[in-house]
């Protein structure tokens, strides 16, 4: 991803995005846009960007809020999903981009489960990777009742890692201990999260701990210093609260406001199935687009949690299938 092909624009709300935009002008193919998780950043769709350049799409690839270059506020309201949708909107509109593909892996699903609730006009279809569409919680959310739901149902609590986030020093433990952050997040086993992501206090243990395993062996040295880098120079503070949003239930009244025929998916959907995510679950997104989506794609991958990294070929080229249908 050229350096030079980044913008900036401050929107509506006043915070300023950083985003990746390609750089020719746009043709008679869809644009795509690609919305990253935790703790990734935009140059960590490189390979899919590279790949659909090469075959004529346009690509939009922001950095959400509290990383890359884009603002990082510190304010669990800042993150309300509602307003993470509209920012994106506000992207789309400054680079007079109508309808676009939307490819959401992690907390970018959730964001692109906003936008296909508010937003669907804007969207053509929606591939979702390891985590699908999300409907929006109703009831207080409660982290300890989810670590129990999922124990009763996985045999593990797999919101147990987010204990951590939780933490007052979570920034300062992370920062202080990059490496083995970066090593537990992206495993070289991924049967590595079934100790220190969904038992609790394993993840915390393991990060203060600065266990180190190794990286993984489906990342290049670029790319983990892309993480390391974004981590140490602003800090991973802002973006811990998207999960503290969520634990102080901070979207709840947005949630209530949307009407339920709304969490239908309207467009057609490409769902990437991580076999070995013990985390977001394949039987997770089955069910879920089973009651609200229209038109699905599913394709397996053996991989964790990290599809775009771990089967770069296999998803660009099932991403391509899908897209060319449409």
Known sequence: MDPS???KLQVSRGYVYSYYITSSPPNSKPTLL???GFPLSALDWNRQVSFFEAKGFRVICPNMLGSGETDRPADTAVFRRNLLAADIIDILDAEKVDKVI???????????SRLSMLHPNRFLGFGWLAVAFMEPYTTTFDLEARMVLMKQN?????????QLFAMEDADKVIDQNVDSFIQLLYPKDPALWL???????KTSEFVRSSMKPGFADYMTPQEIDNIRNDIKNGGVLSRLYSYRGDIASTDLEDNL??????WRVQKPSYIA???????????????????YGTDVTYEKFDTGHWVM????????????????KL
């Open 154 to 162: 996985l045999g593990y609590e797999g919101f147990a890692y987010w």
């Open 309 to 324: 990294l771990e089967a770069t070929e296999q998803l660009n080229a099932g991403l391509l299938r899908w897209i060319e």
């Open 102 to 112: 939307g490819v959401g892996h992690d907390w970018g699903s959730v964001i692109l």
């Open 195 to 201: 100790t220190y992501m969904v038992l609790p206090g």
């Open 273 to 291: 199935l991580t076999l070995k995510d013990c985390i977001c679950v394949p039987g997770g997104p089955k069910m879920t687009m089973a009651k």
């Open 34 to 36: 690609f919305i990253h």
């Open 5 to 7: 092909s980044f913008k």
């Open 257 to 262: 406001k949307i009407p339920e025929e709304n």
